[in-house]
């Protein structure tokens, strides 16, 4: 099936530190990731992983438990997904570092983010980090150990007082630190490879980088997410690490979390010329010159960020990008075999409700998510502030002040029980179709983030009528001053 595609590993990105999906709606949606193409699964668990003993704290409230873990595995092996665990071990550590017990070890005092590369107990965390992960992965061949985005390097206290030593740099203390997490894996399990986010290395000097040592101990990936990626950039860097060491490399595209941290549906158009522009940069050089591509699909910007598109919603996305990868280009008969798996009319709909949401896990999901995106916030603004009637009478002026002409609250009040009625309907089914894949904490913060505004601008609309429909006086005209003569 892949012998026409330049990536023979193709991975889909689970980012578990938003919306984890139950271990029930994985394995409805692992056969369907195996059928579209992909054959393996990078698995960020960050809080979802249970970890014991001193780690136990950083379990979220809903972990797996080792058992889940075990069953996650078993389903993908049914599915022949080959799993890589990914682990972070120096930027993106809010999971960690947020927690009292391990604030001492960041970098920088009141920055949660990143872990500061120079007490002894952080290489020491990130050991105990790897051991268990491993340990409930006993066959991976790789371990993703992120060390992406590591900012604030070199700011922390410790980092300052090194940086003044003579021919020390924030790169080489970089550098220093993957050295020391990537042989920590390999001396617990000499099998396994280490895999890091390659942002972090681009821009340091060629020898620099070949002296490292770290060459020979990592494989980067290299990440890149933007519809017009620079090709002819992308394959001056991987010859770059070529010349430096590295014997393999890795790409990474997006399917889904990179056009906006509370983007709700994926814009397909994007992503697909982003794999456009990965198979270019793949067929420039000799054929299996990349060891695979990993479709990553972030759930959160960040520990802290807003959810961006649920993995539901991302389905049709996935389908299409890894259709493109397959078959070289994304034509006729490639948007009809998607179409053709997902069970859907038509790849591009705006309108699933109408058009047929789908036969794929979570189909469901991604119709009501599309209804509340594309409507919600637009029907609500539309009755406050494009309705002559609640303009033009019924004012925050007005409100404020429970003044209104009795007559439009006739005009106004059906309206606004109309539009309620009908999407509180719609967000209960979608409530109830949420709660069979996601965890309670997950479907709360979409609903409050994505619904509840808009719902509740409309009731306090409809309570500020209710008030005034009936008032104990005659409301004075707007402005007019009572004590004053006639």
Request: proline share 8%; glycine share 6%.
């Amino acid at each position: 099936m892949s012998g026409a595609t330049p990536f023979k590993m193709r991975l889909v990105h689970l980012d578990l530190k938003g919306a984890p999906p139950k271990v029930s709606y994985l394995s409805e949606i692992f056969p369907l990731f195996s059928a579209l193409g992909a054959n393996g699964l990078l698995v960020e668990y960050e809080d979802m992983f249970p970890y014991e003993g001193p780690l136990r704290l950083l379990r979220a409230k809903y972990a797996y438990s080792p058992s889940e873990i075990k069953e996650i595995l078993h389903l993908a092996g049914l599915n022949e997904l080959e799993v890589i665990p990914l682990v972070q071990t120096f930027g993106h550590m809010e999971f960690v570092l947020k927690h009292a017990a391990f604030a001492h070890l960041r970098e920088v005092g009141p920055f949660p983010c990143t872990l500061n590369p120079h007490e002894a107990e952080s290489l020491a965390l990130v050991g105990a980090m790897i051991d268990q992960v491993l340990e409930l992965h006993p066959g991976v061949r790789w371990l993703h150990v992120g060390c992406d985005e590591v900012y604030y390097l070199g700011e922390g206290e410790a980092s300052r007082w090194w940086l003044q030593q003579e021919q020390n740099s924030t790169g080489k203390l970089c550098l220093s630190h993957m050295r020391a997490v990537a042989s920590c894996v390999q001396a617990r399990r000499p099998s396994v490879t280490p895999l890091v986010w390659d942002d972090m290395l681009r821009d340091l000097p060629e020898d620099q980088l070949a002296a490292s040592g770290v060459p020979q101990l990592v494989e980067p990936v290299l990440w890149d997410y933007a519809a017009d990626l620079d090709v002819h950039s992308k394959v001056l860097l991987m010859q770059k690490y070529w010349r430096c060491g590295f014997p393999r490399l890795w790409a990474a595209s997006a399917f889904k979390g990179a056009t906006g941290p509370s983007q709700a549906v994926p814009p397909i158009k994007h992503h697909l010329r982003n794999h456009v522009q990965w198979l270019q940069v793949a067929s420039s050089r000799p054929m299996d010159s990349l060891q695979g591509i990993i479709l990553t699909g972030w759930q959160r910007y960040d520990h802290f960020s807003v959810l961006c598109e649920l993995l539901p919603a991302g389905v049709p996305s996935l389908a299409a990008c890894l259709q493109l990868l397959l078959r070289g280009g994304f034509d006729g008969d490639a948007k009809a075999k998607v179409e053709n798996l997902l069970g859907i009319s038509n790849l591009e709909m705006m309108d699933p409700i109408r058009e047929g949401a789908g036969s794929f896990p979570g189909s469901n999901i991604l119709a009501l998510v599309t209804q509340v995106s594309l409507h919600l916030r637009s029907s609500v603004d539309a009755l406050l502030e494009g309705n002559t009637y609640v303009t033009g009478w019924f004012s925050p002026y007005h409100r404020r002040r429970k003044l209104i002409h009795p007559v439009m609250v006739q005009h106004i009040q059906p309206a606004a029980l109309s539009l309620l009625a009908q999407w509180s309907t719609l967000v209960q089914e979608l409530e109830a179709a949420l709660q069979l894949a996601f965890y309670p904490d997950a479907v709360e913060e979409w609903l409050e983030e994505n619904v509840h505004p808009s719902l509740q601008r409309l009731q306090a609309l409809l309570q500020d009528l209710s008030e005034v429909a009936s008032p104990p006086s005659p409301p004075t005209s707007p402005g007019r001053d009572v004590a004053q003569d006639p």
